[in-house]
């Protein structure tokens, strides 16, 4: 059984920062990329950042690009984002995602196995 877990969320103001955590299992965890979306109120599900299984590729979408950092342990089957200068658009639901196979290439990753985690809320207020 897969299980994709998420934690970290919370809220802050402006400015702030947090720190996401994803821990896969179930799975081998060199063999997935792990990616981060985000659903905000009445807002389709966007791909905030993608990182492949050896680290060497990750990605991110303009809006966080500078801000935020993914970055991966795979001793531990853990994702993390590190979100720094949160802004107000930024509160979303974000989830966690074990990617089969993606190159991070590109952030539509909806050609690929998935496997989703609860998600985590982060709200950053003004």
């Known amino acids: 059984q897969v299980q994709v877990v998420e934690s970290g969320g919370g809220l802050v103001q402006a400015g702030e920062s947090l720190r996401l955590s994803c821990t896969a299992s179930?799975?081998?965890?060199?063999?997935?990329?792990m990616a981060w979306f985000r659903q905000a109120p009445g807002k389709e599900r966007e791909g905030v950042s993608c990182?492949?299984?050896?680290?060497?590729?990750?990605l991110y979408a303009d809006s966080v690009k500078g801000r935020f950092t993914i970055s991966r342990d795979n001793a531990k089957n853990t994702v993390y984002l590190q979100m720094n200068s949160l802004k107000p658009e930024d509160t979303a639901m974000y989830y966690c995602?074990?990617?089969?196979?993606?190159?991070?290439?590109?952030?539509?990753?909806?050609?690929?196995?998935?496997?989703w985690g609860q998600g985590t809320q982060v709200t950053v207020t003004s």
């Open positions: 995602a074990a990617v089969r196979g993606s190159l991070c290439s590109r952030l539509d990753l909806s050609p690929y196995q998935k496997y």
């Open positions: 990182i492949t299984w050896s680290g060497r590729t990750v």
């Open positions: 179930g799975l081998t965890f060199d063999d997935y990329a």
